[in-house]
């Protein structure tokens, strides 16, 4: 024998919170300087050389941050 469970009522104030999917996201890249080294040009106007340098980069931190949300406004129907 099982037992049935009472139906679950919405709270006053804020009806069909049921429907409600909210979701979100947090992530965060840290990226460490760092030194590379790459061919640094005398001028534009000629981008190849022979010139090497070390560079010293620091690209910085990511973060990102992403909300979604799904709510419902209409009853699904019921087929008979």
């Known amino acids: 024998m099982t037992a049935k469970r009472p139906p679950v009522e919405t ?3 804020f009806p069909g ?3 409600a999917l909210p979701g ?6 840290i990226q460490l300087p760092d030194k590379q ?3 640094v040009p005398d001028s534009v106007d000629h981008p190849v050389t022979a010139n ?6 620091n690209l910085g931190d ?3 941050f992403e909300f979604m ?3 419902e406004f209409a009853q699904p129907c019921q087929e008979a």
Do not use: N
């Not at 979100?24 to 890249?29: A, E, I, S």
């Not at 090497?52 to 980069?57: D, G, S």
């Open 11 to 13: 709270p006053r104030g």
């Open 17 to 19: 919170h049921q429907e």
């Open 24 to 29: 979100w996201t947090v992530r965060y890249d």
């Open 37 to 39: 080294t790459k061919r």
């Open 52 to 57: 090497k340098e070390v560079v010293k980069r």
């Open 62 to 64: 990511i973060f990102q």
């Open 69 to 71: 949300g799904k709510y």
